[in-house]
């Protein structure tokens, strides 16, 4: 067992079913919940211009904090045409939550990157949103969502998905439709006790994979991924795996963690966690950055041909 206090979840949604507008909500209230403290006051209390002002377009990796445990929500591409990311983008995590719509249920859209999440073990938490809806549905799209496990071939323990039912709008969670609630308190708590922490070895010598590449026009190209096992430190000298095993230097110039919805620079990344990492211009996909005395690559990720059905 470790206790790093991290959990890395990725969120699958056919769209239009509140995957912004549900992160969104998460954003607003993250870091007000704190033990002892009396919620309802700290959210009324929020009068942070950035918070309300809320977002519309989803950032590919988000974090969110709830008792200070770092939640890392990564953004799955809904289609089938982005087969090789799914994959790479399910790999760095330990859970997903699949939020369905409480009226529309389940859609054919995300049958794709369920299957690929069910296949790699991970565990589903089910998020029915929208139950504010007058036309909703809840009991039966859960139901339906069992339905679509059992198809795709879920195993025993992923077939006892936990529930939580949600109005992204209005910000609030519940375990079960009769209790009230005013904040989301249930979905972090879901998450945190079901997603598992992140494995891995901080005292062991670095090993990142990355899985996607962002640029901008300062730094040029950036690297993001988790680290598997130690830790990474602003300007330290590393190796780059490449996927035929090939090495070169490389060094560590700026890096990042993921605060909200913003890139926050750091000096040092620890195991288990999403960071990016700027000044290595020939980085790509699926390469490892490794300690450059103990240079040990990670399985690259294979890119599947998407399979629609
Ligand atoms: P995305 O495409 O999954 O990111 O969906 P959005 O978050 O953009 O939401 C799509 C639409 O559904 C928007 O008009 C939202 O206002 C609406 N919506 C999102 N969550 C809820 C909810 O909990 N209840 C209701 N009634 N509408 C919602």
Same mark, same amino acid.
């Given at each position: 067992?470790?206790?790093?206090?991290?959990?890395?979840?990725?969120?699958?949604?056919?769209?239009?079913?509140?995957?912004?507008?549900?992160?969104?909500?998460?954003?607003?209230?993250?870091? $007000?919940?704190?033990?002892?403290?009396?919620?309802?006051?700290?959210?009324?209390?929020?009068?942070?211009?950035?918070?309300?002002?809320?977002?519309?377009?989803?950032?590919?990796?988000?974090?969110?904090?709830?008792?200070?445990?770092?939640?890392? $929500?990564?953004?799955?591409?809904?289609?089938?045409?982005?087969?090789?990311?799914?994959?790479?983008?399910?790999?760095?995590?330990?859970?997903?939550?699949?939020?369905?719509?409480?009226?529309? @249920?389940?859609?054919?859209?995300?049958?794709?990157?369920?299957?690929?999440?069910?296949?790699?073990?991970?565990?589903?938490?089910?998020?029915?949103?929208?139950?504010?809806?007058?036309?909703?549905?809840?009991?039966?799209?859960?139901?339906?969502?069992?339905?679509?496990? $059992?198809?795709?071939?879920?195993?025993?323990?992923?077939?006892?998905?936990?529930?939580?039912?949600?109005?992204?709008?209005?910000?609030?969670?519940?375990?079960?439709?009769?209790?009230?609630?005013?904040?989301?308190?249930?979905?972090?708590?879901?998450?945190?006790?079901?997603?598992?922490?992140?494995?891995?070895?901080?005292?062991?010598?670095?090993?990142?994979?990355?899985?996607?590449?962002?640029?901008?026009?300062?730094?040029?190209?950036?690297?993001?991924?988790?680290?598997?096992? @130690?830790? $990474?430190?602003?300007?330290?000298?590393?190796?780059?795996?490449?996927?035929?095993?090939?090495?070169?230097?490389?060094?560590?110039?700026?890096?990042?963690?993921?605060?909200?919805?913003?890139?926050?620079?750091?000096?040092?990344?620890?195991?288990?966690?999403?960071?990016?990492?700027?000044?290595?211009?020939?980085?790509?996909? @699926?390469?490892?950055?490794?300690?450059?005395?103990?240079?040990?690559?990670?399985?690259?990720?294979?890119?599947?041909?998407?399979?629609?059905?």
């Amino acid at each position: 067992m470790n206790n790093i206090n991290i959990r890395n979840v990725a969120i699958i949604a056919h769209v239009d079913h509140g995957k912004t507008t549900l992160v969104d909500a998460m954003l607003k209230q993250s870091g $007000i919940f704190r033990s002892n403290e009396k919620v309802e006051e700290r959210i009324m209390d929020s009068n942070d211009l950035e918070r309300e002002r809320g977002i519309t377009i989803l950032a590919k990796n988000t974090s969110v904090f709830y008792n200070d445990i770092k939640i890392n $929500i990564v953004d799955t591409p809904g289609h089938a045409d982005f087969g090789g990311e799914v994959e790479r983008v399910l790999k760095m995590v330990d859970g997903v939550l699949l939020l369905v719509d409480a009226f529309e @249920g389940v859609m054919p859209q995300t049958r794709f990157v369920l299957r690929k999440a069910l296949e790699l073990k991970l565990k589903p938490i089910v998020v029915v949103n929208k139950i504010d809806r007058p036309d909703a549905r809840p009991i039966e799209v859960v139901d339906e969502v069992l339905d679509l496990f $059992i198809e795709l071939g879920a195993d025993d323990e992923q077939l006892e998905f936990p529930v939580v039912y949600c109005s992204a709008k209005e910000g609030i969670a519940k375990y079960s439709l009769e209790e009230d609630s005013n904040n989301l308190k249930p979905l972090f708590e879901t998450i945190i006790e079901n997603i598992p922490s992140p494995d891995g070895d901080i005292n062991g010598s670095l090993q990142m994979l990355v899985t996607t590449i962002d640029s901008n026009d300062y730094v040029g190209r950036i690297a993001v991924g988790k680290i598997y096992r @130690g830790k $990474i430190r602003k300007n330290q000298q590393v190796a780059v795996v490449d996927r035929d095993g090939n090495v070169r230097n490389a060094k560590v110039v700026t890096l990042y963690t993921f605060n909200g919805l913003k890139r926050e620079e750091i000096e040092e990344g620890q195991v288990g966690d999403i960071v990016a990492v700027a000044g290595i211009s020939d980085i790509n996909i @699926g390469e490892t950055i490794s300690d450059i005395e103990n240079i040990e690559a990670l399985p690259f990720v294979q890119i599947d041909e998407p399979t629609l059905s």
